[in-house]
C-alpha cells in the first residue's frame, strides 16, 4: 500500500499523465527493486520512489521538477552492495597478485609468462606471506577481503594502520612460523619481517583525505602521511629496512584524485628522502569525463544554484576548492552513490544531510561534523 501511495504522490508532483505513469512506473520499480531501495542511510521505512517524491515537490516549478527528474534517470550512478563487493573480489586477482607475480619472477630470472612455475615457487609463497595488508578505513571491507582470499593468512589482514605494539609483535611470530615451513629452515632477520604493504580503502574522488598540504602549504597532512610516518617511526620493526614496497589499493577512485595523489607522493618523498617508495593502485577508475554536470547543461546547473544551502560549508569543506561549492567537496560534480552513503563530492542536491535547507535524494551521514 505504502508503495502504491508513493506512487500516486510522484505522478502527482510531476502531473503524468496515465500514459507517462505505464511508462515511467517500471523502469522506477526496477531501480529501486535492483539498486536504490538498499541505500543504508534512508531512514526505517522509507523507499527509493517515496524519497524520489519528496525531493521532486521540493522544487517551486514544474518545468525544474523535470529537469530534476531527467537528470536522475539519464545521469545518476549507483554503486550497489553487490557491485562494491565485486570491485573488492578483484583487488586481489587483478591488482595486487600480478605484482607478486612480477616480483617473484625477478627473484627467480623466470619470465612473467611462466606463471605456473612462478606459483609454485618457494619464492613466490614467501614473498605473498610478506604481504601486509592494512585498511585506511572501514570502507577497506578487510574482512570480506580477507574471506574472499583464502591463500592469505589471518594474521597479515588488519582492519587499520593503528598496529598497537602488542599486536605488531604477534604478527612477526607467526610470521616466522610461517616462514620456517615455507623455507625449511629458520628465517633469517631481513627475511621474518613484511617486505610488501598494501593499503586498502574503498573511494577517492579528490584524493585531498589521502595526502595534501596544510593551510600554511608547509606541512603535509592526510590518511597517506600518517601511515608515511607511522611506518618510519612506530611500526618500522614490522617492514624491512632495505626493501619495501608500498602499495595505496583503492577500489573506486576518480582520475582526478589519482593525479593529484600522485603529484603529492612526489613532492612527500622528495621532502623526506625515506628508504621506501609508495604506488597508487586503483581496482577501477573512473575518468575525467565521469561528471554529473556539462557545460551543455545550464538548466541544471542554474537548479544547482537555486536550491544550494550553504550552511554545509565547514572547516572540512573547506579544504577543497569552493569557487562553485553547489558541485560538491572540490567541485568534483559526482553523479555517484554508494550503497553505504553518497560521497559529499557528489553534487550536494543529490546528499544534504537530515535537517539541511532543502532535501537529498540519499542523504548522507557526515563523518565530518562542525
Given at each position: 500500500?505504502?508503495?502504491v ?5 510522484l505522478a ?6 496515465p ?13 529501486g527493486?535492483?539498486k536504490?531501495?538498499?541505500y ?14 519528496l525531493?521532486l ?15 536522475v534517470?539519464s545521469k545518476?550512478?549507483?554503486l550497489s552492495n553487490a557491485?562494491?563487493t565485486h570491485i573488492?573480489?578483484?583487488a586481489?586477482?587483478d ?5 607478486l607475480?612480477?616480483?617473484?619472477a625477478?627473484?627467480l ?7 605456473k612455475?612462478?606459483v609454485n615457487?618457494?619464492?613466490?609463497k ?6 601486509l595488508?592494512l585498511?585506511?578505513?572501514d ?11 583464502p ?7 588488519w582492519q ?7 599486536k605488531a609483535?604477534?604478527m ?5 612460523d610461517?616462514?620456517?615451513?615455507l ?11 613484511f617486505h ?8 577517492s ?6 595526502l595534501?598540504r596544510s593551510?600554511?602549504?608547509m ?8 601511515v ?10 614490522l617492514?624491512?629496512?632495505h626493501d619495501l ?6 577500489y ?12 603529492l607522493l612526489d613532492?612527500?618523498f622528495?621532502?623526506n628522502?625515506?628508504?621506501y617508495?609508495?604506488?597508487l593502485?586503483?581496482v ?8 554529473g ?8 546547473i542554474?537548479l ?8 554545509i560549508?565547514n572547516?572540512?569543506y ?9 558541485l560538491?567537496?572540490d567541485?568534483?560534480a559526482?553523479?555517484l552513490?554508494?550503497t553505504h552513503?553518497c560521497?559529499n563530492?557528489?553534487?550536494p542536491l543529490?546528499?544534504?544531510e ?5 532535501r537529498?535524494l540519499?542523504p548522507?551521514?557526515s563523518?565530518h561534523k562542525?
Amino acid at each position: 500500500m505504502r508503495d502504491v501511495l508513493s506512487e500516486r504522490l510522484l505522478a502527482t508532483v510531476m502531473g503524468w499523465s496515465p500514459e507517462d505513469v505505464a511508462r515511467e512506473r517500471p523502469i522506477l520499480q526496477a531501480l529501486g527493486d535492483l539498486k536504490y531501495d538498499e541505500y543504508q542511510q534512508y531512514s526505517p521505512g522509507m523507499r527509493f520512489v517515496e524519497s524520489l517524491a519528496l525531493w521532486l515537490s521540493q522544487f517551486e516549478f514544474p518545468d525544474e521538477r523535470s529537469i530534476a527528474y531527467n537528470w536522475v534517470r539519464s545521469k545518476l550512478v549507483f554503486l550497489s552492495n553487490a557491485e562494491i563487493t565485486h570491485i573488492v573480489s578483484m583487488a586481489f586477482p587483478d591488482v595486487i597478485r600480478p605484482i607478486l607475480l612480477h616480483k617473484a619472477a625477478v627473484i627467480l630470472n623466470l619470465p612473467s609468462s611462466r606463471i605456473k612455475t612462478i606459483v609454485n615457487s618457494v619464492e613466490y609463497k614467501v614473498l605473498m606471506r610478506q604481504s601486509l595488508f592494512l585498511g585506511l578505513s572501514d570502507g577497506a571491507r578487510t574482512d570480506l577481503f580477507r574471506r574472499l582470499n583464502p591463500e592469505l593468512s589471518h594474521e597479515q589482514v588488519w582492519q587499520t594502520y593503528e598496529v598497537s605494539p602488542p599486536k605488531a609483535e604477534d604478527m612477526l611470530s607467526r610470521l616466522g612460523d610461517d616462514l620456517k615451513k615455507l623455507l625449511a629452515r629458520d628465517p633469517t632477520n631481513e627475511e621474518r619481517c613484511f617486505h610488501l604493504l598494501f593499503l586498502l580503502d574503498d573511494f577517492s574522488a579528490s584524493g585531498i583525505s589521502y595526502l595534501r598540504r596544510s593551510a600554511d602549504g608547509m606541512e603535509f597532512e592526510g590518511k597517506i602521511h600518517k601511515v608515511l610516518q607511522t611506518v618510519s617511526a612506530d611500526l618500522k620493526s614490522l617492514f624491512s629496512a632495505h626493501d619495501l614496497q608500498i602499495y595505496v589499493v583503492l577500489y573506486v577512485a576518480t582520475q582526478k584524485s589519482l593525479t593529484h595523489i600522485n603529484l603529492l607522493l612526489d613532492e612527500w618523498f622528495k621532502g623526506n628522502g625515506n628508504r621506501y617508495v609508495c604506488h597508487l593502485q586503483p581496482v577501477y577508475s573512473l575518468s575525467d569525463s565521469f561528471s554529473g554536470v556539462s557545460d551543455q547543461e545550464p538548466t541544471f546547473i542554474d537548479l544547482l544554484k537555486k536550491y544550494f544551502d550553504p550552511g554545509i560549508i565547514n572547516d572540512h569543506y573547506r579544504k577543497g576548492k569552493q569557487d562553485n561549492p553547489y558541485l560538491g567537496f572540490d567541485e568534483c560534480a559526482l553523479p555517484l552513490v554508494l550503497t553505504h552513503n553518497c560521497p559529499n563530492n557528489s553534487i550536494p542536491l543529490l546528499w544534504f544531510e537530515e535537517g539541511r535547507k532543502y532535501r537529498g535524494l540519499f542523504p548522507r551521514i557526515s563523518r565530518h561534523k562542525q
